[in-house]
């Protein structure tokens, strides 16, 4: 049974930083192509950061760039989103997802399809106070 596991979420104030993790079990984690979404206020879900399966490549919304860091370590099957100069916008639920083969437009994080994933995670809410 393939499981997703958010963590690290909480309620920090603008500038500040969080790292969230998302712990993998049940299937070959190495494998799978991730990214980190989230779901504003009012707003769909949407993609912010992805990354390929092995050799680690990553993309990052506009809205994100420079500032949250994603990476992964296959040896623990473990996901993270490094999150820093944090923003009221930001206060949303983050999820992490999976997916077995590339999704479409992955280089492009805000418009991949979030059909394109497998499994999901619960998700984990960030709190940004001004």
């Known amino acids: 049974q393939v499981q997703l596991v958010e963590s690290g979420g909480g309620s920090v104030q603008a500038g500040g930083s969080l790292r969230l993790s998302c712990a993998g079990s049940g299937y070959t984690y190495s494998n799978f192509f991730m990214a980190w979404f989230r779901q504003g206020p009012g707003k769909e879900r949407e993609g912010v950061a992805t990354?390929?399966?092995?050799?680690?490549?990553?993309y990052y919304d506009d809205s994100v760039k420079g500032r949250f860091t994603i990476s992964r370590d296959n040896g623990k099957n473990t996901l993270y989103l490094q999150m820093n100069s944090l923003k009221p916008e930001d206060t949303a639920m983050y999820y992490c997802?999976?997916?077995?083969?590339?999704?479409?437009?992955?280089?492009?994080?805000?418009?991949?399809?979030?059909?394109?994933?497998?499994?999901w995670g619960q998700g984990t809410q960030v709190t940004v106070s001004s």
């Open positions: 990354i390929s399966a092995r050799d680690g490549v990553t």
């Open positions: 997802a999976a997916a077995k083969t590339p999704p479409t437009a992955w280089w492009f994080p805000s418009l991949t399809p979030q059909a394109d994933f497998d499994y």
